[in-house]
């Protein structure tokens, strides 16, 4: 009975092929298997919408300054120098996608993906110890499967990788770094932050591809009369069942009257040659004269104004709904030919940026979890000396709000003592350099009282 308080009593409840390392966990065809990797694929390349606030993400990340913080045990900060050095000076060596920052933006494909995976490749630093030489990316179109314990448990080993011009290749979890956006059921590969933007997505791209088509054909449905003659002429047969010479011809004629309203574009070779007479009218004593009416005749028909759709403003309803799933709605105040309210902007703005801060600290918790506290084991450093990887805000508040905020703690005597840790937060909050250490009675200058005569 004891021992089972150790071990789990269920499993993870995501969707997936046994130990097979293949996930399903989604309703839709769309976002299963290699269909999900093209869906994610295309909303990411072909929308400008989610290009843009994905953008837009990336470039805030980048404003973000990464410190490390030392341990309380650390008084002379050698533990935290060092991993200041491993993570931001001494990994990687000028190739492409080795800095911190590069890293840091792969980090975010997780985003779209709902996960992200690194080959973490450790190297000899010039003091003899074990630090990062770069975080490679296991692109995750090249997901192949996952490597499964064996007990049906949902539990990741591993990855395994297929890139066709290279072949297959393995990255057990143990040497990896493994991110998770959005938690899902356990799923290893999470949920991606795309998945609520597919509707209006999938809607929109239809509804593009009508405007194009309706665009080529003059914003109207081509319509060809013919003669109804000409269709039962097509029908006839001889005495065999074989269709007659004149059966043929009419189906040929037939045939070609009805490619042309399939293919009619407004294009540099648009147009149509149509031979066709006026329709001949008998009257009563026999005489034969011409209708205003052609025997053919084409038009381009528009839909009654009752069942038009307005597909411009329908475009841009799921474009704001793609925005809105990201908490990113706020672009579109005022840019839709109607007001934006500041107010109700900047609360969604801050809403967005409290997203972002939550991604930070999804990306320092897995970094201090998986890689810092490796690295401890590896290099047998003291675990009570160990560091913490913190991210700084996203934005930084005005100088003029924070000028307020400092007069009002000044006032109050928070700030402008002895507590120099305090002044420099602030200070660098403003972007002011730090304060030194107080002097000490030695270093103040005499009083007057007391200058030498």
């Given at each position: 009975?004891?021992?089972?308080?150790?071990?789990?009593?269920?499993?993870f409840?995501?969707?997936?092929?046994g130990?097979?390392?293949?996930?399903?966990?989604?309703?839709?065809?769309?976002?299963v298997?290699?269909?999900?990797?093209?869906?994610?694929?295309?909303?990411?390349?072909?929308?400008?919408?989610?290009?843009?606030?994905?953008?837009?993400?990336?470039?805030?990340?980048r404003?973000v300054?990464?410190?490390?913080?030392?341990?309380?045990?650390?008084?002379?900060?050698?533990?935290?120098?060092w991993?200041d050095?491993?993570?931001?000076?001494?990994?990687?060596s000028?190739?492409?996608?080795?800095?911190?920052?590069?890293?840091?933006?792969n980090?975010?494909?997780?985003?779209?993906?709902?996960?992200?995976?690194f080959?973490a490749?450790?190297?000899?630093?010039n003091d003899?110890?074990?630090g990062?030489?770069?975080?490679?990316?296991?692109?995750?179109?090249?997901?192949?499967?996952?490597?499964?314990?064996?007990?049906?448990?949902?539990?990741?080993?591993g990855?395994?990788?297929?890139?066709p011009s290279?072949?297959?290749?393995?990255?057990?979890?143990?040497?990896?770094?493994?991110?998770?956006?959005?938690?899902?059921?356990?799923?290893?590969?999470g949920?991606s932050?795309?998945?609520?933007?597919?509707?209006?997505?999938?809607?929109?791209?239809?509804?593009?591809?009508?405007e194009?088509?309706?665009?080529?054909?003059g914003?109207?449905?081509?319509v060809?009369y013919?003669?109804?003659?000409?269709?039962?002429?097509?029908?006839?047969?001889?005495?065999?069942?074989?269709?007659?010479e004149d059966?043929?011809?009419?189906?040929?004629?037939?045939?070609?009257?009805?490619?042309?309203?399939?293919?009619?574009?407004?294009?540099?070779?648009?147009?149509?040659?149509?031979?066709?007479?006026?329709?001949?009218?008998?009257?009563k004593?026999?005489e034969v004269t011409?209708?205003?009416?052609?025997?053919?005749?084409?038009k381009?028909?528009?839909?009654?104004?009752?069942?038009?759709?307005?597909?411009?403003?329908?475009?841009?309803?799921?474009d704001?709904?793609?925005?809105?799933?990201?908490?990113?709605?706020f672009?579109f105040?005022?840019?839709?030919g109607?007001?934006?309210?500041?107010?109700l902007?900047?609360d969604?703005?801050?809403?967005?940026?409290r997203?972002?801060?939550?991604?930070?600290?999804?990306?320092?918790?897995?970094?201090?979890?998986?890689?810092v506290?490796?690295?401890?084991?590896?290099n047998?450093?003291?675990?009570?000396?160990?560091?913490?990887l913190e991210?700084?805000?996203?934005?930084?508040?005005?100088?003029?709000?924070?000028a307020?905020?400092?007069?009002?703690?000044?006032?109050?005597g928070?700030?402008g003592?002895?507590?120099?840790?305090?002044?420099n937060?602030?200070?660098t909050?403003?972007?002011?350099?730090?304060?030194?250490?107080?002097?000490?009675?030695?270093?103040l200058?005499?009083?007057p009282?007391?200058a030498?005569?």
């Amino acid at each position: 009975m004891q021992e089972n308080l150790y071990k789990p009593s269920g499993v993870f409840g995501y969707g997936r092929g046994g130990d097979s390392g293949y996930t399903s966990d989604d309703f839709l065809p769309a976002w299963v298997g290699e269909n999900k990797k093209r869906t994610i694929n295309s909303m990411i390349y072909n929308d400008e919408t989610i290009g843009g606030v994905l953008f837009a993400i990336r470039t805030l990340f980048r404003t973000v300054d990464w410190r490390v913080e030392p341990a309380m045990s650390d008084k002379e900060k050698k533990y935290s120098a060092w991993l200041d050095n491993a993570l931001f000076t001494e990994m990687g060596s000028g190739y492409i996608e080795k800095s911190w920052t590069d890293f840091v933006q792969n980090v975010l494909t997780c985003v779209e993906w709902g996960w992200s995976y690194f080959d973490a490749v450790l190297k000899k630093l010039n003091d003899g110890s074990i630090g990062i030489d770069q975080f490679m990316l296991i692109a995750q179109d090249s997901l192949m499967r996952w490597e499964m314990e064996p007990n049906n448990s949902g539990r990741v080993l591993g990855l395994h990788q297929l890139v066709p011009s290279a072949g297959t290749f393995y990255i057990p979890l143990d040497r990896a770094l493994h991110f998770v956006v959005a938690p899902n059921r356990g799923n290893p590969e999470g949920m991606s932050c795309l998945r609520t933007s597919y509707r209006p997505f999938f809607y929109k791209r239809k509804l593009v591809e009508i405007e194009s088509i309706l665009a080529e054909r003059g914003t109207g449905f081509p319509v060809i009369y013919v003669p109804a003659s000409l269709k039962t002429d097509s029908l006839k047969v001889d005495d065999k069942g074989m269709p007659t010479e004149d059966a043929r011809n009419a189906a040929a004629l037939c045939k070609s009257y009805e490619d042309l309203a399939k293919n009619i574009r407004m294009n540099s070779q648009s147009g149509a040659v149509i031979y066709a007479d006026f329709v001949k009218n008998i009257g009563k004593d026999g005489e034969v004269t011409n209708t205003n009416n052609r025997a053919v005749e084409l038009k381009l028909t528009s839909p009654g104004q009752t069942n038009a759709v307005d597909v411009d403003r329908a475009i841009k309803r799921h474009d704001s709904g793609m925005a809105r799933a990201l908490l990113a709605d706020f672009l579109f105040f005022g840019s839709q030919g109607t007001g934006g309210n500041k107010s109700l902007g900047e609360d969604r703005s801050q809403l967005f940026m409290r997203a972002i801060s939550g991604w930070l600290t999804m990306i320092k918790a897995t970094v201090n979890t998986q890689i810092v506290s490796r690295l401890w084991e590896l290099n047998n450093f003291p675990p009570q000396m160990k560091p913490m990887l913190e991210p700084g805000d996203v934005t930084k508040e005005s100088i003029a709000a924070l000028a307020a905020d400092v007069a009002s703690l000044a006032n109050a005597g928070v700030i402008g003592g002895p507590d120099v840790e305090l002044d420099n937060e602030i200070r660098t909050s403003m972007g002011l350099p730090k304060r030194k250490d107080g002097l000490s009675d030695d270093d103040l200058p005499a009083l007057p009282t007391d200058a030498p005569q």
